[in-house]
């Protein structure tokens, strides 16, 4: 079994709060959920964006870049990217729009993987994790 590895501060990381932290190649999203410590992996696992940019309510945390929803406490996919005109594409040069129509067309398709989850332990103000 691999050991526990210290990763952050409980200190660093306030009930409601995301924080992003490496270990190796892992890249690991901790969130604290009432007074609770949960990691999973950082890269939404549906265009790689990092979760620690995204928003944290209740048990789920939604991606920054298409608002694709994971659990915390499991790191499973609960709710599917969104792909959206972005705003303001009315005002875009109309060269630029059949740039954005493609990228809209490919990135709609593209499946949303459930994330890596880890085990946490905190003691006192450290918050270790369990890579496996």
Do not use: W
Request: aromatic content about 4%; hydrophobic content about 45%; glycine content about 8%.
């Amino acid at each position: 079994m691999s050991k526990l590895i210290n990763v952050a501060k409980l200190s660093e990381l306030p009930v409601g709060a995301l924080l992003a932290v490496t270990v190796g190649d892992a890249e690991i999203l901790l969130a604290n959920v009432d007074g609770v410590v949960h990691a999973m992996g950082n890269r939404c696992g549906h265009m790689n964006a990092s979760l620690a940019a995204g928003v944290l309510a209740g048990t789920t945390v939604t991606c920054p870049f298409h608002s694709a929803r994971f659990d915390v406490t499991t790191g499973k996919k609960v709710g599917d990217a969104v792909v959206l005109p972005p705003p303001g594409i009315d005002k875009a040069p109309a060269e630029m729009l059949p740039f954005l129509q493609k990228a809209g067309r490919l990135s709609a398709p593209i499946r949303t993987h459930d994330c890596p989850h880890y085990e946490v332990v905190v003691e006192d103000d450290a918050i270790m994790v369990r890579l496996a």
